[in-house]
């Protein structure tokens, strides 16, 4: 099982919204999630907008592709969007891995 962690940066004018959005993540936005291999996932938001993530999967890139295919990845990406600064892209898009260098069981 890989343990992923990444950063993003969210607008700091729409922290408050991101955490409501996050709430009530969609049912089918979740079913994606575990279909397509997302386990034990966290996101951890700090006042000036630093996003932490955090994932368990066999395989992230899979799991990335896997949602990528899923419709509404598509429709929650695009209603996302707008609370981050990526030229237009998605956030999903923007994931980069960070190495991990040390862990303790």
């Given amino acids: 099982m890989q343990r992923i962690c990444f950063l993003l940066r969210v607008k700091p004018d729409r922290l408050e919204e991101y955490k409501e959005r996050h709430k ?3 049912p089918e936005m979740l079913d994606a999630l575990r279909e ?3 386990h034990n996932y966290s996101l951890f938001l700090r006042d000036d907008g630093l996003l932490i993530g955090y994932v368990e999967t066999p395989d992230f890139q899979a799991a ?3 949602m990528a295919k899923k419709e509404v990845n598509q429709r ?3 209603q996302m ?3 981050f600064d990526l030229g237009g892209g ?3 898009e923007a994931m980069r891995p960070i190495p991990e260098v040390f862990h303790l069981d």
Wanted: glycine share 12%; proline share 0%; net charge negative.
């Fill in 24 to 26: 009530a993540v969609w």
């Fill in 64 to 66: 990335i592709d896997g």
């Fill in 81 to 83: 969007a707008e609370f």
């Fill in 76 to 78: 929650w990406q695009s």
């Fill in 36 to 38: 397509t291999g997302w």
């Fill in 90 to 92: 998605h956030a999903d």
